[in-house]
């Protein structure tokens, strides 16, 4: 079997320099706040996520100590809705994730059919 039909996977998070460890902007966070903004709601995306409201308002609010950035604005029963921080951060995400997808599926694919 040949392996040049296999592609690479990127995980991609972005992390606050000056912490050491700790929660990270990655995939489940960026899918949470993307639920978000799909449904204004922060137990809505979490639910959708098959995620307890608590774990979801848990992981946001250490996210944004962790980077020091404010994801959301909770407005009580009426829903959240996400910064312009947040916002930027997600379209950076996109753009990042989509760049180094490209670049790994090409040097892959040279990789791979030279060996």
């Known amino acids: 079997m040949s392996v040049e039909h296999l592609k690479p996977s990127v995980k991609l998070s972005f992390v606050n320099p000056?912490?050491?460890?700790g929660p990270v902007f990655?995939?489940?966070?960026m899918a949470l706040c993307r639920g978000v903004q799909e449904t204004g709601s922060l137990n809505a995306?979490?639910?959708s996520m098959g995620m307890a409201y608590s774990k979801a308002w848990r992981v946001l609010k250490e996210t944004e100590a962790a980077l020091g950035v404010q994801l959301l604005v909770r407005d009580g029963a009426h829903g959240s809705t996400l910064t312009a921080d947040c916002l930027t951060l997600l379209d950076a995400y996109d753009k990042v994730r989509s760049t180094v997808i490209d670049t790994a599926s090409r040097k892959t694919a040279n990789l791979?059919?030279?060996s």
């Not at 000056?18 to 460890?21: I, L």
Request: without cysteine.
């Open 18 to 21: 000056d912490e050491s460890h």
């Open 26 to 29: 990655g995939p489940g966070v």
């Open 45 to 47: 995306a979490a639910k």
């Open 112 to 114: 791979l059919a030279s």
